[in-house]
C-alpha cells in the first residue's frame, strides 16, 4: 500500500484505524502472554529514539510486536541528553532495564526519502546528511553517560527511509548495511554481516 501518495485525509484514516488495531492487539491476552514470553526469551531491550514523524513506525516496519520498543520522540529525532528532563528520563530506563538483568540497545534513528527529499525530515530541513550528523552525535553522547565499551548500553545509528520502511544500519566504521536490499539469500548471512558492520 502507498500510504505516503494518498490525500491526507485517507492517510489520517489510515493513521488512526492502524491505532485502532493496533490498540485491540496490544490489549488481548494473547498479545500480553506473547510480550511477556518473548520479554523472559530475550535479554536485550530495545529503546528507539526517533522523529515524532507519524511514518516512523519502527514496529510495523520490522514486523515486532507491539509494545516492545520503548519509543522516546522529538521534533526531528532532535535530542540532547544533556536536557536535565531527558537525560533523567533515559538514565531511569536504562537502570530499570538493567536491573531486571537486561541489556539495552538504543536505536538512534533519523528518516530520509529516497523518492522526493520534502518527504524527508522536515525538523532538519530535509538535509539528510545533518539528520545523519546528528544521529552519531546522540550516539556518542549515549556513550558518555553509558559507556563506550557497548556491554550494558549500545547506540545503534539506524536510517530509516519512509519510501520503503526499511532501515539503515551504519557501522562503527562509517559502512552501511541497507535492509531493504537484501535477498533471501543474503539473509542467511546477515548475522556474519552485522558482525563485520558493528565489531
Given at each position: 500500500m502507498?500510504?505516503?501518495?494518498?490525500?491526507i485525509?485517507?492517510?489520517?484514516?489510515?493513521?488512526?484505524g492502524l491505532?485502532?488495531?493496533?490498540?485491540?492487539?496490544?490489549?488481548s491476552?494473547?498479545?500480553?502472554?506473547?510480550?511477556e514470553?518473548?520479554l523472559?526469551?530475550?535479554?536485550?531491550?530495545?529503546?528507539v529514539?526517533?522523529?515524532?514523524?507519524g511514518?516512523?513506525?519502527?514496529?510495523?516496519?520490522?514486523?515486532?510486536p507491539?509494545?516492545?520498543?520503548m519509543?522516546?520522540?522529538?521534533?526531528?529525532?532532535?535530542?540532547?541528553?544533556g536536557?536535565?528532563?531527558l537525560?533523567?528520563?533515559?538514565?531511569h530506563?536504562v537502570?530499570?532495564?538493567?536491573?531486571?538483568?537486561?541489556?539495552?540497545?538504543?536505536?538512534?534513528?533519523?528518516?530520509?526519502s529516497?523518492g522526493?527529499?520534502?518527504?524527508?525530515?522536515?525538523?532538519?530541513?530535509?538535509?539528510?546528511a545533518?539528520?545523519?550528523?546528528h544521529?552519531?552525535?546522540?550516539?556518542?553522547?549515549?556513550?558518555?553517560?553509558?559507556?563506550?565499551?557497548h556491554?550494558?548500553v549500545?547506540?545503534?545509528?539506524?536510517?530509516f527511509?519512509?519510501d520503503?520502511?526499511a532501515?539503515?544500519?551504519?557501522g562503527?566504521?562509517?559502512d552501511?548495511?541497507?535492509?531493504?536490499?537484501?535477498?533471501?539469500?543474503?539473509?542467511?548471512?546477515?548475522?556474519?554481516?552485522?558482525?563485520a558492520?558493528?565489531?
Amino acid at each position: 500500500m502507498d500510504i505516503h501518495g494518498k490525500p491526507i485525509e485517507e492517510r489520517i484514516e489510515w493513521l488512526f484505524g492502524l491505532a485502532d488495531r493496533h490498540s485491540a492487539i496490544f490489549r488481548s491476552p494473547e498479545a500480553w502472554l506473547a510480550r511477556e514470553r518473548y520479554l523472559a526469551e530475550h535479554p536485550t531491550a530495545i529503546a528507539v529514539l526517533k522523529c515524532m514523524d507519524g511514518r516512523i513506525n519502527i514496529p510495523v516496519a520490522t514486523n515486532t510486536p507491539v509494545g516492545l520498543l520503548m519509543p522516546f520522540r522529538n521534533l526531528g529525532g532532535i535530542f540532547d541528553l544533556g536536557w536535565p528532563h531527558l537525560g533523567e528520563v533515559l538514565a531511569h530506563h536504562v537502570q530499570r532495564v538493567v536491573n531486571a538483568g537486561r541489556h539495552v540497545v538504543f536505536l538512534v534513528t533519523y528518516h530520509y526519502s529516497q523518492g522526493d527529499p520534502r518527504r524527508g525530515c522536515a525538523g532538519f530541513q530535509y538535509d539528510t546528511a545533518a539528520a545523519i550528523a546528528h544521529t552519531y552525535e546522540i550516539r556518542r553522547q549515549v556513550e558518555h553517560i553509558f559507556g563506550t565499551d557497548h556491554s550494558t548500553v549500545y547506540p545503534l545509528v539506524c536510517g530509516f527511509e519512509t519510501d520503503e520502511d526499511a532501515l539503515v544500519i551504519h557501522g562503527t566504521a562509517g559502512d552501511r548495511l541497507d535492509l531493504s536490499t537484501l535477498t533471501s539469500t543474503d539473509r542467511a548471512t546477515l548475522e556474519l554481516r552485522l558482525a563485520a558492520l558493528l565489531p
